[in-house]
């Protein structure tokens, strides 16, 4: 068995799996002493990025205990890098196979197994797909900046303060509204386009309404 060693995962539920620019400081990150690793064709590595599968049991005693945290020695249960020479994705498994979470690799780790990948010999594994994962449209931030305001729009709906829904709306499109309904509506369908500096311009003021004035 292969091993790739001293790299840092950042391990997310099923639904998300972030880039190393997408990392932030509150994520729980791993630092790994060392991990198993496998070399696959491009073919399964996309299927693995795109849906959520289960492993067989046989795959399941081959990879169990082996990785090993680099600052208390601890074993994770059922964690396996695979790689294609181009791309890579840490994954951990329940006991019956599942995935749990995933993991991309920071720029430097998969650059490192680029090289490592032209002495392995490919790995066929199998597994099977349960269903297919959601695409994000937005890289993590912007996802965040736009559940915001939509959470704040509908606070402001909801608690009936127009005078603020009022403003926000005057601020994003430059027009005066006094249909909430039709604000609401509005402002809405525009966080569903592509994301623009106006909606990070609306995301600051929102942020900046909340901090308190000395």
Known sequence: MYYYYDILLNFQDNENLYEFYEWEETDEIDFIKKIPLYRINSATL???????????????????????????????????????????????????????????LLLSDELNLNEIMFTMKETKITYEKINKYKNRKNIRQIEKIKKLIECEIDTLYENKNQSKLKYIYYEWFNV??????????????????NFDENQKRIYELIRKSYHKVN
């Open 176 to 193: 005066l509204n006094e249909n909430m309904e039709e604000i609401v509506k509005k402002m809405k369908k525009e966080l569903k386009i």
């Open 46 to 104: 996309k299927e693995l990025i795109q849906y959520r599968v289960k492993f067989n049991e046989e795959f399941i005693k081959e990879i169990k205990d082996k990785t090993v945290l680099k600052s208390s020695l601890k074993h994770l249960k059922n964690t396996f890098i695979v790689s294609d020479g181009k791309d890579a994705l840490a994954l951990e498994l329940k006991d019956n196979g599942e995935v749990i979470s995933r993991s991309k």
